[in-house]
Nanobody
């Protein structure tokens, strides 16, 4: 059974940093991609980053490009999202997702079969 555990959210001032973690289990890392989505107050769920675990290829939404960095530690079965230069508009619940590479679409939430429980990030101005 694929399981994901997201953590690392919290309250931070604008301009600050947080690192989210997504601990994964129950699947062969090399065959999967991990994505990060977020849903802010009154907003639709937004795909913001993806990493292909087999070759470390990455993708970022324009809204976070240059500020967020996704990485993986395959030995620990954990994916990280380093978030720098946080803005109030980054306030959201952040979710990590997992699916086989051929199924995963970075911006289509419905394409992902497994979701973590979400971690809240609040950025104060």
């Amino acid at each position: 059974e694929v399981q994901l555990q997201a953590s690392g959210g919290g309250l931070v001032q604008a301009g600050g940093s947080l690192r989210l973690s997504c601990a994964a289990s129950g699947f062969t890392f090399d065959d999967y991609a991990i994505g990060w989505f977020r849903q802010g107050p009154g907003k639709e769920r937004e795909g913001i980053s993806l990493i292909v675990l087999g070759d470390s290829a990455t993708w970022y939404a324009d809204s976070v490009k240059g500020r967020f960095t996704i990485s993986s530690d395959n030995a620990k079965n954990t994916v990280y999202l380093q978030m720098n230069g946080l803005k109030p508009e980054d306030t959201a619940v952040y979710y990590c997702t997992a699916d086989k590479v051929q199924n995963a679409n970075a911006v289509v939430a419905e394409s992902w079969g497994c979701w973590g429980q979400g971690t809240l990030v609040t950025v104060s101005s």
